[in-house]
């Protein structure tokens, strides 16, 4: 897993204007214009934002259509998830090994 | 947006509570156990200032590769036998993006003891606001597309 790419993923994630875009790209792949429009930010900043988000490869935008429609990307999400995962698999090993432990020191064998 | 889906674990040992909380501050137990299978602890990578503000630093050892992880936990609340409150530095050299929580409760439980982990992650531009958790999204977008 590309470290580098989980940290954009993350960052990417951590702004609120983000992430409501990305629950509206959820429904469907929309315009600029049309992802602006709920927000009392302007097209630009929209622009902005959606580079964030293609840089951390959460969304994708058409290089051909004029109005470049933009599509969420749930490859990114699957990554972040899966971080998720190998934290969780972590802690199980651990409380694996603190169950032996425990009771190796009260002198039970397992 | 509350961070309601964070990684946790729950856990239930044969052991008095307070056994079971002294195995994370010891560093001769931490050795024992504090690595998952197939990763090991060197005693000599092992620290502990086992007191509020204090630390808990340690490798892990991938014997097959030799890879080695440095772990550290921050600690920030400590109230024996039951709470621990850990803070962990992002290290993006060891595939760890952000800053991570980690919340360790021990409970009584019949004769043993119920620990549960609760870890959460969050960038540095998300510190301090309640709304941040990472997971909290990646569940909303789940079930959006569900």
């Known amino acids: 897993m590309a470290t580098d790419q989980l940290s954009l993923t993350f960052a990417a994630l951590a702004n609120p204007t983000r992430r409501a875009i990305l629950d509206r790209l959820a429904k469907g792949e929309a315009t600029v214009a049309e992802l602006a429009k709920p927000f009392s930010v302007s097209p630009p900043a929209i622009s902005r934002h959606l580079k964030v988000l293609e840089r951390a490869g959460l969304i994708s935008r058409s290089r051909v259509a004029q109005s470049r429609p933009t599509t969420l990307r749930l490859e990114a999400l699957d990554e972040a998830d899966s971080w998720m995962q190998a934290c969780r698999t972590t802690w ?3 409380m694996d090994r603190l169950g032996e432990h425990l009771d190796r020191v009260q002198g039970r064998r397992r | 947006m509350k961070a309601d889906r964070e990684v946790r674990i729950t856990r239930t040992f044969d052991a008095p509570r307070e056994l079971v909380f002294r195995a994370w501050l010891d560093p001769d137990q931490i050795v024992a156990w504090m690595a998952p299978a197939g990763l090991e602890v060197p005693r000599s990578s092992v620290q502990v200032d086992a007191r509020l503000g204090g630390r808990i630093e340690y490798s892990m050892v991938d014997a097959s590769s030799g890879r080695e992880h440095l772990v550290v936990f921050e600690i920030v609340e400590l109230s024996e036998p039951e ?9 993006p050299e060891f595939g760890f993006p952000e800053r ?7 409970e009584e439980d019949g004769n043993g003891t119920t620990v549960t982990i609760t870890q959460t992650g969050h960038t540095d531009e998300t ?17 959006l597309l569900a």
């Open chain 2, 100 to 106: 991570i929580s980690t919340r360790v409760t021990f």
């Open chain 2, 83 to 91: 709470l621990l409150l850990f803070e962990s530095p992002a290290q």
């Open chain 2, 127 to 143: 510190i301090g606001d309640a709304d941040a958790g990472w997971t909290s999204i990646l569940d909303k977008l789940e079930s």
């Open chain 1, 92 to 94: 199980e090993g651990r």
